[in-house]
Nanobody, 114 residues
Framework: VQLQASGGGLVQAGGSLRLSCAAS????GVWHRRWFRQAPGKERE???????????TYADSVKGRFTISRDITKKTIYLQMNSLEPEDTAVYYC?????????WGQGTQVTVSS
């Protein structure tokens, strides 16, 4: 399985971006697809999760501003980011986790200017 993230860029505070993460290859069974981010000098942190049955959860720091969704036919997940803040500046990574495997995308840079 390979994950390809895209959609990052430079945006002013208060703006919006939508990230995409397309999966190629075959994944069966129960899985979780997640977004993480890593700001300069900080550890990678979890942002949001969507599960096989469509359940979603968010980190408190993005709740109410970010929305994770999916297109099953395209094997793609999205992260709609609204009301962006300078503190959201980071490299965003997508992740696919199953019972037996863990896959990462290459990351996409999001920069929010004040």
């Amino acid at each position: 399985v390979q994950l390809q993230a895209s959609g990052g860029g430079l945006v002013q505070a208060g703006g919006s971006l939508r990230l995409s993460c397309a999966a190629s290859g075959s994944v069966s069974g129960v899985w979780h697809r997640r977004w993480f981010r890593q700001a300069p000098g900080k550890e990678r942190e979890w942002v949001a999760t969507i599960t096989t049955n469509g359940s979603v959860t968010y980190a408190d720091s993005v709740k109410g501003r970010f929305t994770i969704s999916r297109d099953i036919t395209k094997k793609t997940i999205y992260l709609q980011m609204n009301s962006l803040e300078p503190e959201d500046t980071a490299v965003y990574y997508c992740n696919l986790n199953t019972k037996y495997s863990n896959y990462w995308g290459q990351g996409t840079q999001v920069t929010v200017s004040s």
